[in-house]
T-cell receptor, first 111, second 116 residues
Framework: NAGVTQTPKFRVLKTGQSMTLLCAQD?????MYWYRQDPGMGLRLIHY???????AKGEVPDGYNVSRLKKQNFLLGLESAAPSQTSVYFC??????????FGSGTRLTVV | AQSVTQLGSHVSVSEGALVLLRCNYS??????LFWYVQYPNQGLQLLLK??????LVKGINGFEAEFKKSETSFHLTKPSAHMSDAAEYFC??????????????FGQGTILTVHP
């Protein structure tokens, strides 16, 4: 049972490039989330989804887009990467009683 | 709006000593409360959670936390620290009910150091 799997684990982008982060969960969870983690700031919610085909903005959505075409997958896209998006990105999923299960993270550097 | 404040960005204890990590929250509705642990270069692992019912919650690795509504606190404790407890700990809050399940607001984190 893999839980939540994120790909890739590491990525270096040049300013202006685009990329997609993939999150897959095998727990049949309805809810999925993308967070970013920056030193001294904890984790902040970027976007989330409460079911297949639905997405919503979180606390820091600017510069990111998401899609949830299949229940098990949640994609995070950066259309034009900026140095301020250098961060560690975590995907998570949960049931209705909360308590997210997290992936192992994607470390993204934008130069 | 919800918020979480973790008192102390760094806490240092000796092996075998009591661990106390402090968390206060602000929420206008009944909260769900969580503690997570993060080891270096890893994701977050759920230690314990409070949703409803008993206010003293026991989690993994010997940790427990008590929900005190009057103090808006959810402090994490462990009677005897072990070297393997060294990690960063995050307190988080979500709203009880609706589509807010799992939408977590995190504190800034507390790095726990355990000395031999």
């Amino acid at each position: 049972n893999a839980g939540v799997t994120q790909t890739p684990k590491f990525r270096v982008l040049k300013t202006g490039q685009s990329m997609t982060l993939l999150c897959a969960q095998d727990m049949n969870h309805e809810y999925m989330y993308w967070y970013r983690q920056d030193p001294g700031m904890g984790l902040r919610l970027i976007h989330y989804s409460v079911g297949e085909g639905t997405t919503a903005k979180g606390e820091v959505p600017d510069g990111y887009n998401v899609s949830r075409l299949k229940k098990q997958n949640f994609l995070l896209g950066l259309e034009s990467a900026a140095p301020s998006q250098t961060s560690v990105y975590f995907c998570a999923s949960s049931t209705m009683d909360g308590g997210d299960t997290f992936g192992s993270g994607t470390r993204l550097t934008v130069v | 709006a919800q918020s979480v404040t973790q008192l102390g960005s760094h806490v240092s204890v000796s092996e075998g000593a009591l661990v106390l990590l402090r968390c206060n929250y602000s929420s206008s509705v009944p909260p769900y409360l969580f503690w997570y642990v993060q080891y270096p270069n890893q994701g977050l692992q759920l230690l314990l959670k409070y949703t409803t019912g008993a206010t003293l919650v026991k989690g993994i690795n010997g940790f427990e936390a008590e929900f005190k509504k009057s103090e808006t606190s959810f402090h994490l404790t462990k009677p005897s620290a072990h070297m393997s407890d060294a990690a960063e700990y995050f307190c988080a809050v979500s709203r009880a009910g609706g589509t807010s399940y799992g939408k977590l607001t995190f504190g800034q984190g507390t790095i726990l150091t355990v000395h031999p």
